[in-house]
């Protein structure tokens, strides 16, 4: 078991470009979750999904933003034209079973829009 | 979801117990109390929940008053590693509860030496 990896663990792009992020969950976690936390805050509840199936997206979720979960294993998550308010630490989660609520996180993505 | 109160900040000892409170005192008959913390520079951490009961496991332990209004999670002895942001979240059990965890800001603890 070697936790949830994300993957880059840092990314600048310039306004205007997209860009991609991974997140491998514990195997054999079913759920998988995605989280933003800018400067000072609590993180934020963006979308998850049971296996590969999305079930729930935040309205913080705009059009620009898609996540996948192929296979049920590794997500995705993608940011078209990317804004300078995108910028944040973008996290990912996974339990396993009915233990929704006891999340194992990974080190997160943090991006920077310039 | 019931709100939950925390303080800003709190400092404690290295080695001595630290305290943190949390208030709930809008909180449901099947909603649960869950604690996480957040070392600087990685994501969040799972710690210990409850629902009336006291527990206790190998990271802390938890306080639930009697009414449920409000409880309290003890790290029985601080290190400079327990230094985080701590966060007390308040919801119902699964499966009405997807797992969407909502964070407050959460308390700011600095164990000091």
């Known amino acids: 078991d070697t936790g949830v990896s994300q993957n880059p663990r840092h990314k600048i792009t310039k306004r205007g470009q997209n860009v991609t992020f991974r997140c491998d969950p514990i195997?054999?976690?079913?759920?998988l979750y995605w989280y933003r936390q800018t400067l000072g805050q609590g993180p934020e509840f963006l979308t998850y999904?049971?296996?590969?199936?999305?079930?729930?997206k935040s309205r913080l979720l705009s059009d620009r933003f898609s996540a996948e979960r192929p296979k049920g294993s590794f997500s995705t998550l993608e940011i078209q034209r990317t804004e300078q308010g995108d910028s944040a630490m973008y996290l990912c989660a996974s339990s396993y079973g009915d233990r929704v609520m006891e999340q194992y996180f990974g080190p997160g993505t943090r991006l920077t829009v310039t | 979801d019931a709100k939950t109160t925390q303080p800003p900040s709190m400092d404690c000892a290295e080695g001595r117990a630290a305290n943190l409170p949390c208030n709930h005192s809008?909180?449901?008959?099947?909603?649960?109390v869950y604690w996480y913390r957040q070392i600087h520079s990685q994501g969040p951490q799972y710690i210990i929940h409850?629902?009336?009961n006291n527990e206790t496991n190998e990271m802390a332990s938890l306080i639930i008053t009697e009414d449920r209004k409000s409880s309290t999670l003890i790290l029985p002895h601080a290190t400079l590693r327990d230094t985080a942001v701590y966060y007390c979240?308040?919801?119902?059990?699964?499966?009405?509860?997807?797992?969407?965890?909502?964070f407050g800001q959460g308390t700011t603890l600095q164990v000091k030496p």
């Open positions: 999904f049971q296996n590969e199936a999305q079930l729930e």
């Open positions: 195997s054999e976690h079913n759920r």
């Open positions: 809008t909180i449901s008959g099947n909603e649960y």
């Open positions: 409850g629902l009336k």
């Open positions: 979240i308040v919801r119902v059990a699964p499966p009405s509860n997807t797992g969407k965890l909502i």
